[in-house]
């Protein structure tokens, strides 16, 4: 896998000759990866930009958000049954914090086991931070009810405007996706 903008991995990221359009011109890019000089300490081989580190974790959790976003969008649009959908934002201590909002760090929420002792350190899943007091039984409890009736207990997801998410972290709340 090319670090590098343009390389078939980043194939949502246009790059430089394979992106120019008939007229030979190329489109603009991403706002991540413009700005770069040839003395940039991010340019890559070749006259490539690649993004500086800090923007990497920006363009993964964009890629998960838009994946999920069309997923729900085509559930919505197809199923009689309600579609929903949520964005969990606790972050836990780990790593210090810098794991942020990870990816898989709700389960041990869904399934009410933030106790289990792997899953608490300072280099665990979880951190060695205090856990918000209900978060797990909370949680616990929309996707029992999920599993039992359909629905978790918050507004149903609808494409288009009013694309309404559920924002969990210390607090449950609905926003627009």
């Not at 280099?123 to 629905?151: I, K, V």
């Amino acid at each position: 896998m090319s670090p590098y903008v343009g390389g078939p991995a980043h194939a949502g990221l246009r790059g430089p000759a394979s992106a120019r359009s008939a007229g030979g011109a190329r489109p603009p890019r991403p706002a991540a990866t413009r700005t770069l000089r040839p003395s940039s300490p991010h340019s890559g081989r070749g006259g490539r930009t690649r993004p500086p580190a800090s923007c990497w974790p920006n363009l993964v959790t964009d890629a998960f958000t838009e994946g999920s976003r069309q997923l729900a969008d085509a559930h919505a649009a197809r199923s009689a049954a309600g579609t929903y959908a949520y964005l969990f934002r606790w972050r836990p201590t780990a790593f210090g914090g810098s794991l942020g909002a990870c990816h898989c760090v709700e389960l041990p929420f869904v399934f009410d086991r933030t106790g289990v002792p792997g899953l608490r350190g300072p280099q665990a899943l979880l951190g060695d931070g205090e856990l918000p007091s209900d978060l797990a039984s909370h949680m616990h409890r929309a996707w029992a009810g999920f599993a039992a009736t359909g629905d978790p207990g918050w507004v149903p997801y609808r494409p288009g405007e009013d694309r309404t998410v559920e924002v969990i972290d210390e607090r449950w709340r609905p926003a627009d996706g």
